[in-house]
């Protein structure tokens, strides 16, 4: 068992849900299971097909992410053209060459890293550790907002169907929105999924309609459009003149920078796909990329053909569907399918935050930047406290904004192009230098280049435009979670260095015993001793044991946890190695009690919650070895102070508790830091 891991960057943390027999917590642990679901069993070996997702499915949990910006980049981009509309086509063009730019650069990224993690391992792996927790941190914010946003933005499309005053309960049933999400997001990636796709292809019918509509009933008037874009320019050179026009355009070019917005949830999310992993990323970002270009510049040229102009309460989609039907027979139930499917969608891409926010945090938590409990799995294999946080923190987000979509989208876009442009600079850089060996670098350098000019700029014109709407809360309250992230991983090192000091202990070990051992004899008294991989600590608990009792134990029996985090569900083959690890360990130890001339054996459990299994050890030595005192090594501190108990498990004294109920002594040996 993992009592405190002696690496710190181990995660072995109990947070996991548990399964408590005391008859008061029966209820809870009912209820709980009817909400989330009961365990999955690790044992299984086909659970990792059957949690994976095909691509179409993860184009439904990523993609709609994507595609749900369509519903507010593309208006926002509008709305800053005021009365020059006639720069609408240039920028549904700018779009469909952007989305196309950024999702041919992230399938390159997939190919290079196939393990996932996106922003954040590019950043780290190719421009070092502290860009990587820039690109993370950065991410991390984004994820929130992506919620928070989507959800904002269902609202105000799902309350453009209903009159101005139920517009108050507006707030409240977005924040209702989130928290059903959190739930369902406890039961699964793949169930939460499988729940949300009729409305995703609801969404997609309901808009391939409106905007082929749109655009085959103007087919005979685009010679007339075309004349019309034409004196829209001339005048537009004498009112504003040329660098006005492109500035304009520029403008409103990165204030839809959240068009955009979504496309790095492929590569972030390449850990929840089925083998082979690659393909099915790059096959989801096609379809993301595909499905997102033609929505969101059908959009543009539809308001632009159509003649869309804001109206107080209403979405620019809202305004455009009701005009597009207007006389139509049943136009109100067309109107109402296609703004509930599209507030619906938005409901949807908030998805892509709850999976890939918890899967940085806890790539951030393995390194640790991030508590090492972010990178614990629930019974459902599930990060379960990374999506507990995530659905806070947009929460709070929500309230504190109140809802307001184009403040939300100018917070969200910030980040999103932060993590775009760190991953093509860092992409170009790694291009750079395999020129000498790689015959398509001239491509690739060109693509990464292209990229991160068009994300730096729309990076910088977003944050000086709006940094004092709103941009300099999402500059704060990244820094800080920087600043937080260096803290941690601070503190962690030091952890580390004090801990280490127990493998001087190595060079003291008994020399090797020659001559038979007694057998072992499960009557006698026993050691039952959890131990973690085999190093200083473990060796110094068995060694503490002799010392403080020399002749009271007749055998020894190791106990160990297998304990299955975030970065090591990622296939049979990683469990399997992991058991592998876990039994050579045990080994090790039943060597050194070899040395020490007393018997022993040991036990493995493998799971997610390291107190659970270890409980279910214990009750199996007990009844084997009937006079069994338990062991256990825990970290003090010898000044404790409240974020301890945040940053370290508790495991020593949660099993502690349990096996008392049980009538069992846990003695726990304390290590000192």
């Not at 941009?471 to 030091?494: D, K, P, Q």
Request: proline residues 5%; hydrophobic residues 45%; charged residues 15%.
């Amino acid at each position: 068992m993992r009592s405190e891991p002696p690496d710190p960057s181990s995660p072995g943390a109990s947070d996991g849900p548990r399964d408590p027999s005391a008859n008061g917590e029966r209820w809870g642990t009912r209820l709980r299971r009817f909400l989330i679901g009961k365990p999955r069993d690790l044992s299984d070996r086909s659970i990792f097909h059957r949690l994976s997702l095909v691509p179409f499915l993860a184009w439904v949990g990523l993609g709609a992410d994507g595609l749900s910006s369509s519903c507010y980049g593309p208006e926002e981009a509008f709305r800053t053209l005021g009365e020059n509309t006639y720069l609408a086509i240039a920028l549904a063009l700018a779009v469909v060459l952007t989305v196309s730019i950024v999702g041919a650069a992230s399938s390159h990224i997939i190919e290079e890293f196939p393990l996932g993690g996106g922003g954040y391992n590019v950043a780290t792996k190719l421009l070092g550790e502290r860009t990587g927790v820039l690109s993370g941190c950065a991410l991390l914010v984004d994820y929130v907002l992506t919620i928070t946003v989507s959800i904002a933005s269902a609202g105000d499309a799902l309350f453009s169907l209903l009159p101005p005053s139920w517009h108050e309960y507006k707030l409240p049933a977005c924040a209702t929105i989130i928290m059903a999400l959190t739930v369902l997001n406890m039961r699964g990636v793949k169930e939460s999924v499988l729940a949300l796709l009729p409305i995703f292809l609801a969404f997609l019918i309901t808009h391939a309609v409106l905007i082929f509509g749109s655009i085959g009933r103007h087919v005979s008037d685009l010679p007339a459009l075309g004349q019309s874009v034409a004196h829209g320019f001339h005048g537009g050179l004498h009112t504003l003149g040329l660098w006005g026009m492109l500035l304009l355009f520029l403008h409103a070019f990165s204030l839809g920078g959240g068009t955009y917005t979504g496309l790095e949830a492929v590569s972030n999310g390449l850990p929840i796909m089925r083998e082979p992993r690659v393909a099915t990323g790059q096959r989801t970002m096609f379809y993301m990329a595909t499905s997102l270009s033609f929505t969101a510049g059908g959009l543009l040229l539809s308001y632009l053909l159509i003649g869309v102009h804001p109206q107080a309460g209403k979405t620019l989609n809202a305004v455009l569907v009701g005009q597009f039907v207007h006389n139509w027979p049943g136009s109100l139930f067309w109107v109402i399918l296609t703004l509930f499917s599209e507030g619906a969608l938005l409901i949807v891409g908030a998805q892509a935050g709850f999976i890939d926010g918890p899967r940085v945090m806890s790539n951030m938590a393995i390194d640790s930047w991030l508590p090492r409990r972010f990178a614990s799995l629930s019974d459902r294999l599930t990060t379960q406290n990374g999506i507990l946080l995530m659905g806070g923190a947009s929460l709070v987000a929500l309230l504190y904004t109140k809802g307001d979509v184009r403040f939300l989208v100018v917070m969200y876009s910030i980040n999103v192009f932060l993590t775009f442009s760190l991953s093509m600079a860092g992409m170009l850089r790694l291009w750079l230098q395999r020129r000498a060996e790689n015959p398509l670098w001239k491509r690739r350098v060109a693509l990464f280049g292209v990229g991160l000019a068009l994300c730096a700029t729309i990076l910088v014109i977003t944050t000086l435009e709006k940094f004092a709407e709103g941009g300099w809360i999402t500059l704060a309250a990244t820094a800080l979670v920087v600043a937080l992230c260096f803290l941690i991983r601070s503190h962690y090192l030091s952890v580390g260095r004090h801990v280490r000091r127990f493998d001087n202990i190595m060079d003291v070990l008994p020399e090797e015993r020659t001559g038979p051992l007694p057998p072992l004899d499960p009557s006698q008294p026993t050691a039952a001793v959890l131990v973690g991989p085999f190093g200083g600590t473990g060796v110094h608990l068995v060694m503490t044991i002799r010392r403080l009792l020399p002749d009271h134990f007749k055998s020894l029996v190791f106990l160990s946890v297998a304990v299955v985090d975030s970065g090591k569900f990622k296939g049979p083959s990683e469990i399997e190695d992991l058991k592998r690890r876990t039994r050579e360990s045990l080994e090790k130890y039943e060597a050194l009690a070899e040395r020490m001339g007393i018997p022993s054996t040991s036990r493995m459990g493998v799971g997610t919650d390291v107190v659970h299994v270890a409980e279910e050890l214990c009750g199996e030595v007990g009844k084997e070895f009937p006079q069994t005192m338990f062991f256990a090594g825990q970290v003090v501190f010898r000044n404790e102070v409240w974020y301890h108990r945040l940053l370290h498990n508790q495991t020593a004294f949660d099993l502690q508790k349990r096996l008392l109920t049980e009538r069992k002594t846990l003695v726990i040996v304390p290590m000192e830091v």
